[in-house]
Every structure is written in structure tokens, then in C-alpha cells.
């Protein structure tokens, strides 16, 4: 019992994704808006055009 548990607390957690946005010319974007397609889960880049979102599993 106690193994199913673990299996469904580990599926529920939340994704980690990250990247970074550069525009055509390879330069990071400061302060570009990125989203999960769909829904209100976003956040903003910072000044090396890097961000990080936590999404939670059914948003993919």
C-alpha cells in the first residue's frame, strides 16, 4: 500500500521546464512572456533570457 502512495504523490508533482529565449540574432530577450499554451501558467524571461515554469502534469 504504502509503495502505491509513493507512485501517486511522485505522479502528481509538478514539471519543471526551462530554456532560454534569444532572438534571430542570437541575444537574449529581457522580459519576453512565456506561457503554457492553453493556460494562465507563465512567467517573464530574466536579463540572460533565461526562465524556468513549474507546470503542473496535465498541462502537457
Known sequence: ?????????VSA???AVSGTVIDE???PV???TVMVK???IGTATDID???T?????TAF
Open 1 to 9: 500500500m504504502i509503495f502505491v502512495l509513493v507512485a501517486l504523490i
Open 13 to 15: 508533482q509538478d514539471k
Open 25 to 27: 540574432t542570437g541575444e
Open 30 to 32: 529581457i522580459g519576453a
Open 38 to 40: 492553453g493556460s494562465k
Open 49 to 51: 533570457g533565461k526562465y
Open 53 to 57: 515554469l513549474n507546470t503542473p502534469p
